[in-house]
């Protein structure tokens, strides 16, 4: 089974930008799918992005493209969030997630299809 821990969560002015990681322990995840997915109160949780095990195929939520950027360092375990032009819509709690497993597709944008999930980190956003 695979532990998933987020940081790097916090309190930022609209327009700022933060890194969020994801370390994993318990499996090596190099051979895994990678998912972030956000959760705002009162709405669902909401697909942020997903990269492939290799790295080399991402999907972005529409609203997250070309402000966001997924990547990861299978050496470190670690999957990384970067987050540039934050808008105070981007508050949220921030997930990160796997099935653990290599398949892709468009699957990979519903929550439905990931089953382990780390705990979370808070991002908040002023404006």
């Known amino acids: 089974q695979v532990q998933l821990v987020e940081s790097g969560g916090g309190l930022v002015q609209a327009g700022g930008s933060l890194r969020l990681s994801c370390a994993a322990s318990?499996?090596?995840?190099?051979?895994?799918?990678m998912g972030w997915f956000r959760q705002a109160p009162g709405k669902e949780r909401e697909f942020v992005a997903a990269?492939?095990?290799?790295?080399?195929?991402?999907y972005y939520g529409d609203s997250m493209k070309g402000r966001f950027t997924v990547s990861r360092d299978n050496a470190k375990n670690t999957v990384y969030l970067q987050m540039n032009k934050l808008k105070s819509e981007d508050t949220a709690a921030y997930y990160c997630?796997?099935?653990?497993?290599?398949?892709?597709?468009?699957?990979?944008?519903?929550?439905?299809?990931?089953?382990?999930w780390g705990q979370g980190t808070q991002v908040t956003v002023s404006s």
């Open positions: 318990g499996r090596t995840i190099s051979s895994y799918a």
């Open positions: 997630t796997t099935d653990g497993k290599s398949g892709w597709g468009v699957w990979r944008l519903a929550k439905g299809n990931y089953d382990y």
């Open positions: 990269i492939s095990s290799s790295g080399g195929v991402i």
